[in-house]
């Protein structure tokens, strides 16, 4: 496969001056074909007479497809406080900078997980339904992709849960492995997993 590089020549079809043209690649927004926006910053073939895109390389068909399929879903639920707390010390424990910003993606790889996992399904049900689960008021927000939404719905189909219960559950299920009784081979699971998205 060739690969194209910004001010690099070649010459298309242009369908606005529909003849040959000379062209120069470069970066552009390419508007999608179902009319809904377009993806910034692709590397096309511009025609040099009238800056119409000619071709699309196939070095950027990845990226627009990705943004084809990125749309994010939302979990939202209101917590207690201890909860959030629980998800922040976690992230923390594994010294990878802001915790904060790993609170998502344990939450991300345990819905995944448990989707897998008759006996972590059987525990989320459990705790969810602890006096350590009770309470609400302070809200939790987790942008997903199309697959762990998915598994998420699935998860509260098979517990017969609430998407707060359900998160609750997992909440209470990372405090086990991670802060209660920690799992060597989770953790070193998880260090992976959140090098990856740190």
Request: aromatic fraction near 4%.
């Amino acid at each position: 496969m060739k690969i194209y590089k910004a001010g690099e020549k070649s010459k298309g079809i242009c369908p606005k001056c529909k003849s040959l043209v000379p062209t120069t690649f470069k970066i552009s927004s390419v508007p999608l074909s179902n009319s809904k926006g377009s993806v910034d910053d692709i590397l096309c073939a511009i025609c040099d007479h009238c800056d119409h895109i000619v071709a699309v390389p196939q070095q950027s068909a990845p990226r627009i497809r990705e943004s084809l399929k990125s749309k994010k879903h939302s979990i939202e639920a209101r917590l207690p406080r201890h909860l959030l707390d629980i998800l922040i010390l976690a992230g923390d424990q594994f010294k990878m900078g802001n915790p904060e910003l790993l609170k998502d993606s344990l939450i991300r790889h345990y819905i995944n997980l448990a989707d897998q996992n008759k006996s972590m399904i059987k525990n989320i049900k459990k705790y969810s339904e602890s006096d350590f689960a009770k309470g609400a008021g302070y809200r939790l927000s987790l942008k997903v992709n199309k697959k762990i939404f998915d598994r998420f719905e699935h998860l509260k189909q098979m517990t017969s849960l609430s998407k707060t219960q359900v998160l609750k559950g997992l909440i209470l299920q990372i405090n086990q492995d991670i802060l209660q009784r920690p799992l060597k081979k989770r953790i070193a699971e998880l260090e992976m997993v959140l090098m990856a998205s740190a």
